[in-house]
């Protein structure tokens, strides 16, 4: 048998994967903050068009019992200032219900065909209002009707009342429906579907940020960044963050 330099020998049942390395190192002396690397990195994935969605993420929370969950959500904007990132969900779903009660979060990036990963790990706020307006309102008008339709993670008896409860949020918008599926479906020109209000952003900023780079022979290249972050309180009471400066150490693979 040939032993594989990344995988070593396969016995028995175990899974493999053919895997060769690009052997990228971080630079050195390592940048002083993380944000910059990352977005390269994200825009490589994305014009290398190498995975369907290179802005995919794992995004892990924890239970109010202490139970952890992941589940992937979209990346849908890096703040350029590089203090945090953005995704959108159920504010009521599982995962909004971890975050709301222990505002922590960690989210992994994995662009696979880059030998590239991303962890961070930080507080969670909710996006201002106007953030969560300006991107409903740039989906698929469908798309907006649907969330008015779907109660996230909660049970529902069958795919059929799922369907009829879409059809009820359809017509309440004036959609009408001539056909099955995504045919025959008239929406008036001068639809207004508002955003749900347990529908938003929420803004990770990240307290540790972890750049990988894989190698072969498990010699991969990592390194963590972290700072501070500070709360205050905002006029309307929400929590206002600041953030400290980055330190980073190199880390053994
Ligand atoms: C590629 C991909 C992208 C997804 N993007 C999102 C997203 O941006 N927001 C979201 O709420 N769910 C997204 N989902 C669905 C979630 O993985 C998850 O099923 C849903 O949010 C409910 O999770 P929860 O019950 O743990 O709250 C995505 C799933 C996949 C596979």
Known sequence: MSVDPNHGSVTGDALSGACSFA????????PAEPFAMFRAWMDEA??????????AMTLC???????PSGRVVLCRMVD????????????????????????YASVVFH?????????????????PAAESDAYFGRRPVMSRVAAWASDQSRPIASRADLMARNAEAERRF??????DGDEGVTVPKDIVVPRPPNWGG????????????GHSWRLHDRARWSRTLTVSRGAAGEDVLAAGAWSVTRLQP
């Open 61 to 67: 929370t924890v239970d109010p019992s202490g139970k």
């Open 202 to 213: 929420y803004r990770l900023w990240p307290e540790h940020v972890e750049l990988w780079l």
């Open 46 to 55: 994305h014009s290398k068009k190498s995975q369907p969605n290179p802005n």
């Open 80 to 103: 350029g200032g590089g203090n945090y990132i953005v995704f959108f969900t159920n504010y009521d779903s599982r995962k909004g219900e971890g975050l709301e009660h222990h505002g």
């Open 23 to 30: 052997n990228e190192q971080l630079p050195t002396p390592l």
């Open 111 to 127: 662009w696979d065909h880059l030998d590239r990963q991303v962890r961070m790990e930080g507080r969670i706020v909710r996006s």
């Open 174 to 179: 004036g959609i009408v429906r001539t056909g």
